[in-house]
């Protein structure tokens, strides 16, 4: 039977329980992030189910947490997060990171303000359509070898770098600096391989973009300076992913990892969130090749800036240099040490659709930034606003430095094709001043503004509740999607 309402307990405005123990199974409780508007829309799919069951994870620490724009997914919610034990029975679950591993959004600068691009917006997203190939199976315009994308799979966005895609700086604007350690080229499949090879500098299908954008309203001037954003700074959100690659990586996994579960008599509700042993063989090999497709996605988003950047230059001069301000990815599953139960412990942090946040003060942001906390960037939908966040203390003590990832979903893509607002959609945005370009009319109709929850309302949750802190809102000019 699905949850009801009554089963869930307020804990206060922004969080809400289901305890351990509601469901047969569950090791741990599960905590929602969100509202009472928004967990009335829960209630018409499966994502909270999918949230207890994430709860019955064997080896989960802490409870199974799920993010204000959780929504429907494969095995896990899109917006849910678990840690795992790895040195016991811990696992570790494809479902939990999904099948665009390192799916992710990377965010440029521009010297550049609203009036000076609008005069020319059009013009820009000509351009930036016509040197950045988009859409589902697309190949690209950068030739590499199979031996030059081993060599990416394992060094990530410094491969690009270094072949002339980017500088220096881009990336240790970058989560990991671009690179996760522990990529393993040589667990990718040659079927991924093939997929990914003419991928690299490519944008993608479904709800990946590039928005060119303004930044409508600055809340923190103390936080936004750091960062180099000001009020009517146009700026570029590139939403990408590892393409083809990290799609199959993931299926080839699910095919073995689904088996290898009897062997280590692991029994779940789901069979989408087939998992195994962190330590095991399965495991190890699973890791490798996650590793190895988030290299190749945070390569391909480098290779999308460099393109990025061209067009600026095409339009607006050789002196417009558009700069990396940060890079975080949201479909991950990586080691990193937290506070549990009052000790600092490693944990195996999966992170389906949602964000790394971590507080100002922590090692692993990049030195410039570290007094006001990690850049966290959290779209909207192509009608509405993304915004920039820095993250908070709150989020180490409660969501293992995490935070969402989006507005998330209340309508399917199906249903977003067939609903009335799809009928007129690229018109009522350039209604709104915004030129949408995409390579099919589904390209915009899947995505429609209405198709996403209030990302105002999103960010109030994530924000009062402590996970980030708002810096700036961002409203969208130009677009280009698959």
Known sequence: MPLELNQLEKLDEYRFLVPRGTRPGMLTDALIFTDERM?????????????????????????????PDIHQGYGFPIGGVAATDPRGDGVISPGGVGFDINCGVRLLGSSLNRWEVHAKIRELVNQLFRDIPSGAGRGGNI?????????????GAAWMVGHGYGRGEDLTHCEENGAIEGADAAAVSDRAKKRGLPQV?????????????????????????????????????IHSGSRGLGHQVCTDYLREIGPAMQRHGINLPDRQLACVPVRSPEGQAYLGAMCAAANFAWANRQGITHFTRQAFKRIFGEQEELRVIYDVCHNIAKLERHQVEGREREVMVHRKGATRAFPPGHPQIPEVY??????VLIPGSMGTASYVLVGAEGAMQES????????????????????????????????????????TRDG??????????????VIDVVHNAGLARRVARLKPMGVIKG
């Open 143 to 155: 030739r590499i070898s199979y031996d030059d994308l081993d060599e990416l799979l394992r060094d």
């Open 400 to 439: 293992f430095g995490t935070t969402c990832h989006g507005a998330g979903r209340v309508m399917s893509r199906t249903a977003a094709k067939k609903s009335p607002f799809a009928q007129d959609a690229k018109q009522r945005l350039e209604d709104l001043g915004i030129i949408v370009r995409a390579e």
């Open 201 to 237: 500098g490519t944008l993608g299908s479904g709800n990946h973009f590039l928005e060119v954008q303004y930044i409508e309203q600055v809340f923190d001037p103390g936080r936004a300076e750091p960062l180099g954003l000001f009020a009517g700074e146009v700026v570029v959100l």
């Open 370 to 375: 570290r007094h006001v906390g990690q850049p």
């Open 444 to 457: 915009i109709t899947e995505e429609i503004p209405e198709a996403y929850k209030d990302v105002d309302a």
């Open 39 to 67: 967990l009335k829309d829960l209630l018409k799919d499966l994502s909270l189910e999918q949230a207890v069951n994430v709860a019955m994870l064997p080896g989960i620490v802490g409870p199974s947490l799920a993010m």
